[in-house]
Protein backbone atom coordinates (compact mmCIF):
# COMPACT_ATOMS: atom_id res chain seq x y z
CA UNK A 1 0.00 0.00 0.00
CA UNK A 2 1.75 3.05 -1.25
CA UNK A 3 1.41 6.33 1.77
CA UNK A 4 2.56 9.15 0.72
CA UNK A 5 2.82 12.33 3.26
CA UNK A 6 3.89 15.92 2.50
CA UNK A 7 5.12 18.34 5.21
CA UNK A 8 6.88 21.68 4.99
CA UNK A 9 3.55 23.77 4.60
CA UNK A 10 3.35 26.73 6.95
CA UNK A 11 2.92 30.75 6.74
CA UNK A 12 5.43 33.03 4.64
CA UNK A 13 5.23 36.36 3.36
CA UNK A 14 4.57 37.35 -0.33
CA UNK A 15 8.31 36.88 -2.05
CA UNK A 16 9.42 34.39 0.32
CA UNK A 17 10.03 30.54 -0.08
CA UNK A 18 8.89 27.10 0.80
CA UNK A 19 9.72 23.65 0.22
CA UNK A 20 7.53 21.12 0.11
CA UNK A 21 8.09 17.64 0.50
CA UNK A 22 6.59 14.44 -0.23
CA UNK A 23 7.78 11.32 1.34
CA UNK A 24 6.42 7.85 -0.03
CA UNK A 25 6.23 4.65 1.70
CA UNK A 26 5.22 1.02 0.84
CA UNK A 27 6.26 1.13 -2.75
CA UNK A 28 8.97 1.24 -5.55
CA UNK A 29 8.87 5.23 -5.50
CA UNK A 30 11.40 5.46 -8.62
CA UNK A 31 8.85 3.32 -10.62
CA UNK A 32 5.88 6.49 -10.05
CA UNK A 33 5.97 10.18 -11.81
CA UNK A 34 4.68 12.38 -9.25
CA UNK A 35 2.56 15.68 -8.99
CA UNK A 36 1.94 18.58 -6.83
CA UNK A 37 -1.92 19.88 -7.40
CA UNK A 38 -3.04 22.81 -5.27
CA UNK A 39 -7.02 23.50 -4.00
CA UNK A 40 -7.44 27.28 -3.05
CA UNK A 41 -10.90 28.16 -0.90
CA UNK A 42 -14.03 27.89 -2.99
CA UNK A 43 -11.83 25.91 -5.87
CA UNK A 44 -11.36 22.92 -7.63
CA UNK A 45 -7.77 21.42 -7.37
CA UNK A 46 -5.66 22.10 -10.09
CA UNK A 47 -2.37 21.04 -11.39
CA UNK A 48 0.82 22.42 -9.98
CA UNK A 49 3.94 20.62 -11.57
CA UNK A 50 5.04 17.18 -12.30
CA UNK A 51 8.60 14.67 -12.82
CA UNK A 52 8.78 11.68 -13.77
CA UNK A 53 10.50 8.89 -12.63
CA UNK A 54 14.20 9.52 -13.60
CA UNK A 55 14.15 13.63 -12.47
CA UNK A 56 13.87 14.45 -16.42
CA UNK A 57 11.37 15.82 -17.55
CA UNK A 58 9.48 17.91 -15.59
CA UNK A 59 6.53 20.16 -16.73
CA UNK A 60 4.66 23.00 -14.78
CA UNK A 61 2.17 24.81 -14.75
CA UNK A 62 1.80 28.27 -16.16
CA UNK A 63 1.02 30.27 -12.57
CA UNK A 64 4.26 28.93 -11.14
CA UNK A 65 6.84 28.51 -14.39
CA UNK A 66 9.97 29.86 -13.45
CA UNK A 67 9.24 30.62 -9.72
CA UNK A 68 8.52 26.86 -8.46
CA UNK A 69 10.75 23.84 -9.03
CA UNK A 70 10.33 20.20 -8.82
CA UNK A 71 13.01 17.96 -7.86
CA UNK A 72 13.28 14.20 -6.45
CA UNK A 73 15.69 12.07 -4.32
CA UNK A 74 14.74 8.41 -4.87
CA UNK A 75 17.43 6.95 -2.81
CA UNK A 76 15.29 8.81 -0.23
CA UNK A 77 11.96 8.13 -1.43
CA UNK A 78 10.97 12.02 -1.47
CA UNK A 79 9.98 14.33 -3.96
CA UNK A 80 10.28 18.01 -3.45
CA UNK A 81 9.05 21.30 -4.71
CA UNK A 82 10.99 24.58 -4.20
CA UNK A 83 8.74 27.30 -3.97
CA UNK A 84 10.46 30.80 -4.44
CA UNK A 85 8.43 34.22 -4.99
CA UNK A 86 5.32 33.40 -3.56
CA UNK A 87 2.25 35.53 -3.80
CA UNK A 88 -0.97 35.73 -2.17
CA UNK A 89 -2.93 33.79 -4.82
CA UNK A 90 -0.59 30.60 -4.01
CA UNK A 91 -2.22 30.21 -0.98
CA UNK A 92 -4.02 26.64 -0.80
CA UNK A 93 -3.65 22.65 0.37
CA UNK A 94 -1.11 21.40 -1.89
CA UNK A 95 -1.33 17.62 -2.53
CA UNK A 96 1.31 15.27 -3.81
CA UNK A 97 0.30 12.36 -5.89
CA UNK A 98 1.91 9.14 -7.88
CA UNK A 99 1.17 7.46 -11.05
CA UNK A 100 2.20 4.30 -11.36
CA UNK A 101 1.19 3.69 -15.03
CA UNK A 102 3.63 4.78 -17.20
CA UNK A 103 6.43 7.33 -17.65
CA UNK A 104 4.11 9.66 -19.64
CA UNK A 105 3.36 13.08 -17.20
CA UNK A 106 0.12 13.70 -16.61
CA UNK A 107 -1.44 16.65 -15.51
CA UNK A 108 -5.13 15.51 -14.71
CA UNK A 109 -5.95 14.16 -11.24
CA UNK A 110 -7.32 11.06 -12.27
CA UNK A 111 -4.05 9.96 -13.75
CA UNK A 112 -2.68 9.33 -9.85
CA UNK A 113 -3.42 6.95 -8.21
CA UNK A 114 -1.91 7.49 -4.48
CA UNK A 115 -2.97 10.82 -3.10
CA UNK A 116 -1.51 12.50 0.46
CA UNK A 117 -3.38 14.23 2.71
CA UNK A 118 -2.07 17.88 1.96
CA UNK A 119 -0.21 20.65 3.37
CA UNK A 120 -1.47 24.01 3.73
CA UNK A 121 0.43 27.30 2.49
CA UNK A 122 -0.84 30.60 3.15
CA UNK A 123 0.92 33.61 1.79
CA UNK A 124 0.27 36.68 3.14
CA UNK A 125 0.91 40.14 1.43
Known amino acids: QVQLVESGGGLVQAGGSLRLSCAASGGTFSFASVGWFRQAPGKGREFVAAISRGGSPTYYSDPVKGRFSISRDNAKNTVYLQMNSLKPEDTAVYYC??????????????????WGQGTQVTVSS
Open 97 to 114: AADYHGPVLQIRESEYEH
